[in-house]
C-alpha cells in the first residue's frame, strides 16, 4: 500500500476492525520505533507472517526518505538509502509524534503502567540518552527477577551485580522523569481549562517508585527481606507513578467521565505544547477515533488548541461530526484494508 498524505489534515473513515488503527500505527512506528499499542515490535508482525516493513517520505526542512525492515532476528534502518547503525542515528531525521486515542482513558482510570509508557514515550522524543537507559533497565530488571525465584535462597551477590545496573541506569531514568513532569505539568494546567473551559485545577506530579531515595542499590539492599517474600524487584523506576488530581481531588475516584476525558486529552495537548517550546517544532498528532467520542464544546476547544503547523493523521467511523474547518481536509475510505 502507498499512500499521498495532506500537509495538513488526512482523514482515514470506515467501519471499525478495517485496518484504520494500524495505518497510523505504522506511521508512528516508522517515525519513532516504538508501536503506542504493543510493548515490542515483534508484537507489529502480522500473523503467520515472520517480517514487515515500513517506508516514507518527510517533506519540509530537511527531506528524508526513511525505511524500516523488521524481523524478530534484527532490523533494518535506512535513511536515503543508508543503513544507519544506531536508532538514535535514524531518529535524527524523523519527526517528533503525539498519539491520541480513544482508549487515553486509560491513563486516568488505569494502572501505572499506562503512565510510565506516556512518560516513556515522551522522554524518548526529547532526551537522547533515555530509550537506551531504559532498555538497559528492562533487561537487568527482568534479570534480576529471574534470579529471585530461581533458587530457593536468592544467591544476592550475583542478583546484586544487576542491582547495580539498575541502580545506575534508574537514576537516569527517575532524573529526566522528574525533570519531564515539571516542564510538563503546566503545560497540561492550561490545556485542562483551554478544553473543559472551566478553570478547573489539574495538577501533575511525578511519583517515585523507590520512595525518592537517591540510591536505589543501598534501597534495594535494605528490603531484602521483602524482595525474599515477594520474590520480585522491590522498587525502581518501573514502580513509577503520576499523580492526577483536578481540583485537589484524584482524578480517578472523584472526576466525572467528562472530566476524566478531559484530562487524558490535556496530557496529549500538553505534550503537544511541550514538544512545541523545548525543540520548536510541531509534532504530528496521530489521532485515533477520538472526535466522535466528544461533545460539541469539547471538539471545538481541542481543535482550537492544537498547532496548525502540525500535520495530522485522523481516523473516525462516521463523519456525521465534520464542519466546514474540514473542507479542504483529505479524505480516504479504508475497508478490509483497502484505502480509496
Not at 18 to 36: F, H, N
Not at 79 to 93: I, P, S
Not at 277 to 295: A, N
Amino acid at each position: 500500500m502507498q499512500l499521498s498524505l495532506s500537509p495538513e489534515v488526512t482523514l482515514f473513515h470506515g467501519n471499525n476492525a478495517q485496518g484504520k488503527t494500524s495505518i497510523l500505527e505504522a506511521a508512528c512506528v516508522l517515525m519513532r520505533l516504538q508501536s503506542p499499542r504493543a510493548s515490542k515490535l515483534a508484537d507489529c508482525i502480522r500473523f503467520s507472517e515472520k517480517a514487515f516493513a515500513i517506508g516514507g517520505k518527510l517533506e519540509g526542512g530537511d527531506s528524508s526518505e526513511l525505511r524500516l525492515q523488521y524481523r524478530e532476528s534484527g532490523r533494518r534502518l535506512i535513511v536515503d538509502g543508508e543503513t544507519q547503525k544506531r536508532g538514535a542515528d535514524y531518529l535524527r531525521h524523523s519527526s517528533l509524534v503525539v498519539w491520541m486515542a480513544n482508549d487515553d482513558l486509560i491513563l486516568v482510570r488505569g494502572g501505572g503502567e499506562s503512565r510510565r509508557r506516556y512518560l516513556d514515550f515522551m522522554a524518548s522524543q526529547l532526551y537522547p540518552g533515555y530509550l537506551q537507559a531504559l532498555r538497559t533497565y528492562d533487561k537487568a530488571l527482568r534479570t534480576r527477577n529471574y534470579l529471585l525465584k530461581r533458587d530457593a535462597s536468592p544467591k544476592w551477590p550475583e542478583i546484586d551485580a544487576y542491582t547495580k545496573i539498575l541502580s545506575e541506569q534508574g537514576r537516569i531514568l527517575s532524573s529526566l522523569r522528574r525533570e519531564l513532569v515539571a516542564h510538563l505539568s503546566p503545560k497540561t494546567a492550561e490545556a485542562q481549562q483551554e478544553i473543559s473551559g472551566t478553570n478547573e485545577n489539574l495538577d501533575i506530579q511525578y511519583e517515585c517508585g523507590s520512595a525518592d531515595s537517591s540510591d536505589l542499590f543501598q534501597y534495594l539492599t535494605d528490603h531484602r527481606d521483602d524482595e525474599y517474600k515477594k520474590r520480585q524487584t522491590f522498587a525502581g523506576p518501573h514502580r513509577d507513578d503520576l499523580s492526577l488530581n483536578l481540583n485537589g481531588m484524584p482524578a480517578a475516584k472523584f472526576a466525572s467521565e467528562g472530566q476524566q476525558r478531559t484530562v487524558a486529552l490535556a496530557l496529549k495537548l500538553g505534550q503537544t505544547h511541550l514538544f512545541l517550546k523545548t525543540r520548536e517544532q510541531p509534532p504530528v498528532l496521530l489521532i485515533d477515533d477520538v472526535f466522535g467520542e466528544l461533545d460539541p464544546a469539547r471538539r471545538n476547544a481541542l481543535m482550537a488548541a492544537w498547532p496548525e503547523a502540525s500535520q495530522k493523521l485522523i481516523t473516525t467511523t462516521n463523519l456525521d461530526w465534520l464542519d466546514d474547518r474540514f473542507d479542504d481536509a483529505m479524505r480516504l475510505h479504508v475497508d478490509g484494508a483497502a484505502v480509496s
